[in-house]
Nanobody
Framework: QVQLVESGGGLVQPGESLTLSCAAS????????MGWYRQAPGKQRELVGS???????HYADSVKGRFTISRDNAKNTVYLQMSSLRPRDTAVYLC??????????WGKGTQVTVSS
């Protein structure tokens, strides 16, 4: 069992940056993939990006070049650095862990609002 707790959300203006953190309740070294999803009101949840144990990352086209995912196994934490934020990035951002064998864990999410 893994509990995931997101933090770092808030209200920012367009063009600004924000970094989200996802703290796991146990060692994440063996978790095959961790990532961030987002869900805006009235829209489906979508993958923002993911990072696997090798450090290889994958991003949605809409955030490539603006968002960066990293993981600190020593701190059991995954980060999402977001820059050049746009109003369309407004959503609840959720942390996800794929522990393999069909086992998935989700955090409760943190709200990011981009508005002038």
């Amino acid at each position: 069992q893994v509990q995931l707790v997101e933090s770092g959300g808030g209200l920012v203006q367009p063009g600004e940056s924000l970094t989200l953190s996802c703290a796991a309740s146990r060692n994440i070294f063996s978790i095959s993939a961790m990532g961030w999803y987002r869900q805006a009101p009235g829209k489906q949840r979508e993958l923002v990006g993911s990072i696997v144990t090798s450090g290889r990352t994958h991003y949605a086209d809409s955030v490539k070049g603006r968002f960066t995912i990293s993981r600190d196994n020593a701190k059991n934490t995954v980060y999402l650095q977001m820059s050049s934020l746009r109003p369309r990035d407004t959503a609840v951002y959720l942390c996800h862990a794929d522990a393999g064998f069909g086992v998935h864990y989700w955090g409760k999410g943190t709200q990011v609002t981009v508005s002038s």
